[in-house]
């Protein structure tokens, strides 16, 4: 049964192994330490956002933000809201486009960067072909930590992150699936597993 209810899904596996060892629960912030975030902006009107914390070897989620048909500066208030301090705030690759915005033309990074001039926006870089981010992002799970309660609705999309069903074929394809609201999160927690690395934080902040 559960391999049927899973099947075609990106990160099933990984997320029953987070679970039976324990890393899906109470995640505590640490006030001392930097949040980081990790950005989906798509070209459609979702936007998703997790917060993490580089802890020893751990990456800890300890929240998670998404929104369909708000502008940035609704995200940027949001994450004010939380009273953090921010390290990274890592960009997909398009975000350094520019794009139809409202009456303007800008790139997203841009907008977010005149939104926010004191937050460190970082885009990270494309990869060849998105199984390839997808296959980071599985193999970096075993590191990361996630809080229940607070990342509860990226979760729940990572879970339902599926491959595209080809009716023609009858049979999963090797393209995710867009269009059922779950792409979102799990874009942007691939840019966690794709962008980020303390090192170049810590130089940053020297």
């Known amino acids: 049964c559960w391999r049927r209810s899973t099947e075609g899904t990106w990160y099933a596996r990984q997320l029953v ?4 060892e324990g890393r899906i629960g109470i995640v505590q912030h640490i ?6 975030t990790f950005w989906d902006i798509g ?3 979702g936007t998703a956002i997790w917060l993490h914390q580089y802890v020893g070897t751990q990456h800890r989620f300890i929240g998670f933000i998404e929104g369909w048909g ?6 940027v208030r949001k994450l004010r809201e939380t009273g953090y301090i921010f390290g990274g705030m890592f960009l997909p690759h398009d975000a350094a486009h520019e794009r139809q915005v409202t009456d303007k033309i800008a790139a ?6 005149e939104l926010a001039p004191d937050w460190n926006w970082l885009i990270v870089p494309r990869v060849d072909a998105i199984q390839h981010g997808i296959d980071l992002t599985r193999s970096m799970f075993s590191q990361a930590w996630f809080d229940a309660e ?7 999309h990572v879970a339902g992150y599926k491959k595209k069903w080809n009716k023609a074929l009858q049979a999963w ?12 999160a799990a874009d942007a927690l691939r840019q966690w597993a794709q962008g980020f690395d303390p090192s170049v934080l810590h130089a940053q902040n020297r």
């Open 17 to 20: 192994r987070a679970r039976v």
């Open 31 to 36: 006030e001392r330490l930097p949040v980081n």
């Open 43 to 45: 070209a459609g009107d």
């Open 70 to 75: 708000e502008g940035y500066a609704h995200f």
């Open 108 to 113: 997203p990074r841009d907008m977010l960067q």
């Open 150 to 156: 607070r990342c509860r609705a990226g979760l729940d």
């Open 173 to 184: 394809s090797d393209e995710p699936e867009k269009l059922d609201g779950h792409s979102e």
